[in-house]
C-alpha cells in the first residue's frame, strides 16, 4: 500500500544538539511539506517543496532546515538554534496538481529533555 | 489572502447527539474545501471533500455541503459517537496553489 512513513514516532534530545526527522512516501507525490503542532493548536507550516532540490519556507521556517534530494525523501532537521523544539511534527504530501488534499504521515513527537 | 475560520472549541456533546462544527472561508477564487480529523497522537487523516459549488462530501455519517454564497463548508453529523471524539480541521486549496490553508481546528469530546 502507498503511503507516507514518519520515524522515530518518538525523540528526545537534549538542548543544544541538532536532531533529524524522517518523512518518506511511495505516493509518486511531488509536493512534501512540514508542519508543527504544538498542544492544543493547530498546524503551522514549517517548510514545503515541490519539486526535487527545490523547497520554500513556510511562516516558522527560523532554527529549522531541509533537503530535497530525492523525491521519496523530505527530511527535517531541528537545529539548536531553534529556542522551543518539543512539538509534534507532521509530515505530508500531495500531486503537484490535484484537488484531493495531503495525505500526512502519522507524526513525530519530538521532546528536548 | 486565504483564510479559513472554524468554530471555536471544545465541543462537549453526549453520544447520539447531532453535530455541527461550522467552517467559513474567505478566498480568492473557487476553492476546494477539505475536512481532515486527527485522533490522539496521530496524524491528520481525510475526512470528505468538496470541489464544487453545491457539492456535498461525506464519509462515515459525517456531511459538508460547499455553499459559495454563504462562503460555508459546515461538518454535520445526524449521530455522534464516543469514537467520533477527535480534533476536526476544515480546510482549503486553490487550483494551481497546492499548498493548504487550515482552519484552526475544533476538538470535539463524546460523553458516553
Known amino acids: 500500500d502507498g503511503g507516507i512513513t514518519q520515524s522515530p514516532k518518538y525523540l528526545f534530545r537534549k538542548e543544544g544538539q541538532n536532531v533529524t526527522l524522517s518523512c518518506e512516501q511511495n505516493?509518486?507525490?511531488?509536493?512534501m511539506y512540514w508542519y508543527r503542532q504544538d498542544p492544543g493548536q493547530g498546524l503551522r507550516l514549517i517548510y514545503y517543496?515541490?519539486?526535487?532540490?527545490?523547497?520554500q519556507k513556510g511562516d516558522i521556517a527560523e532554527g529549522y532546515s531541509v533537503s530535497r534530494e530525492k523525491k521519496e525523501s523530505f527530511p527535517l532537521t531541528v537545529t539548536s538554534a531553534q529556542k522551543n523544539p518539543t512539538a509534534f511534527y507532521l509530515c505530508?504530501?500531495?500531486?503537484?496538481?490535484?484537488?484531493?488534499?495531503?495525505?500526512f504521515g502519522s507524526g513525530t513527537r519530538l521532546t528536548v529533555v | 489572502g486565504n483564510s479559513v475560520t472554524q468554530m471555536e472549541g471544545p465541543v462537549t456533546l453526549s453520544e447520539e447527539a447531532f453535530l455541527t462544527i461550522n467552517c467559513t472561508y474567505t478566498?480568492?477564487?473557487?476553492?476546494?474545501l477539505f475536512w481532515y480529523v486527527q485522533y490522539p497522537g496521530e496524524g491528520l487523516q481525510l475526512l470528505l471533500k468538496?470541489?464544487?459549488?453545491?457539492d456535498k462530501g461525506s464519509n462515515k455519517g459525517f456531511e459538508a455541503t460547499y455553499r459559495k454564497e454563504t462562503t460555508s463548508f459546515h461538518l454535520e453529523k445526524g449521530s455522534v459517537q464516543v469514537s467520533d471524539s477527535a480534533v476536526y480541521f476544515c480546510?482549503?486549496?486553490?487550483?494551481?496553489?497546492?499548498?493548504?490553508?487550515f482552519g484552526t481546528g475544533t476538538r470535539l469530546t463524546i460523553i458516553p
Open positions: 505516493l509518486n507525490h511531488d509536493a
Open positions: 468538496a470541489t464544487k459549488a453545491d
Open positions: 517543496s515541490q519539486i526535487v532540490n527545490d523547497f
Open positions: 478566498a480568492t477564487g473557487y476553492p476546494s
Open positions: 505530508a504530501s500531495s500531486p503537484y496538481v490535484s484537488q484531493d488534499g495531503y495525505t
Open positions: 480546510a482549503l486549496s486553490l487550483v494551481g496553489n497546492e499548498k493548504l490553508t
